[in-house]
């Protein structure tokens, strides 16, 4: 198993920028898949961006060019680089680890984005 704790959400103005962070700790974390979702109010929860246990990484089109997803083997940690943030952008994000079709979930992470 894997324990994911995240950290940095919070409000920000339109066009400003976020990081957020995601330690993993509990298990292999080289393993796992690793991606950041988000969920605005009544949508249904979207991945965000993703890297993959080979090294592939994949974004929302929505979010191509914006956000930017690394991954810290050294400190069991992915960070998701926020840029020119839109209030489109607001909603809770979630890191997530999976192995084969075992999700293991952070506990979420607001994101505002408004004047």
């Known amino acids: 198993q894997v324990q994911l704790v995240e950290s940095g959400g919070g409000l920000v103005q339109p066009g400003g920028s976020l990081r957020l962070s995601c330690a993993a700790s509990?298990?292999?974390?080289?393993?796992?898949?690793m991606g950041w979702y988000r969920q605005a109010p009544g949508k249904q929860r979207e991945l965000v961006a993703a890297i993959l246990s080979g090294g592939s990484t994949n974004y929302a089109n929505s979010v191509k060019g914006r956000f930017t997803m690394t991954r810290d083997y050294a400190k069991n940690t992915v960070y998701l680089q926020m840029n020119s943030l839109k209030p489109e952008d607001t909603a809770i994000y979630y890191c997530?680890?999976?192995?084969?079709?075992?999700?293991?979930w952070g506990q979420g992470t607001q994101v505002t984005v408004s004047s």
């Open positions: 509990g298990s292999i974390f080289s393993f796992y898949d």
């Open positions: 997530n680890a999976k192995l084969r079709v075992v999700d293991y």
